[in-house]
Nanobody
């Protein structure tokens, strides 16, 4: 049974930082393409970042480029999202997702999802 468990969310002031983690189990982690998405109240789920199987390729939404960094540790079955320079508009529930194939920025294409972790940025 595949499980993705996010952690690291919380309340932070604008300009602050958070590091999200997504621990995976029940799968051969290094074979999975990983993504981070977010969903704010009343809005659709949107792409944040994605990382290829070995970590050699990383893609970011324009809104987070230069502020967020996605990384993975295949030995620990974990993908991370380092978020710096947080803004109130980054407030959302953040989800990690996994798929065997490169699903890019398309949330509906990922097979496995975590339950999400809340990130709230105050102004």
């Amino acid at each position: 049974q595949v499980q993705l468990v996010e952690s690291g969310g919380g309340l932070v002031q604008a300009g602050g930082s958070l590091r999200l983690a997504c621990a995976a189990s029940g799968l051969t982690f290094g074979r999975f393409f990983m993504g981070w998405f977010r969903q704010a109240p009343g809005k659709e789920r949107e792409f944040v970042a994605a990382i290829s199987w070995s970590g050699g390729r990383r893609d970011y939404a324009d809104s987070v480029k230069g502020r967020f960094t996605i990384s993975r540790d295949n030995a620990k079955n974990t993908v991370y999202l380092q978020m710096n320079g947080l803004k109130p508009e980054d407030t959302a529930v953040y989800y990690c997702a996994a798929d065997l194939n490169d699903r890019g920025a398309i949330p509906g294409a990922y097979r496995y999802w975590g339950q999400g972790t809340q990130v709230t940025v105050s102004s």
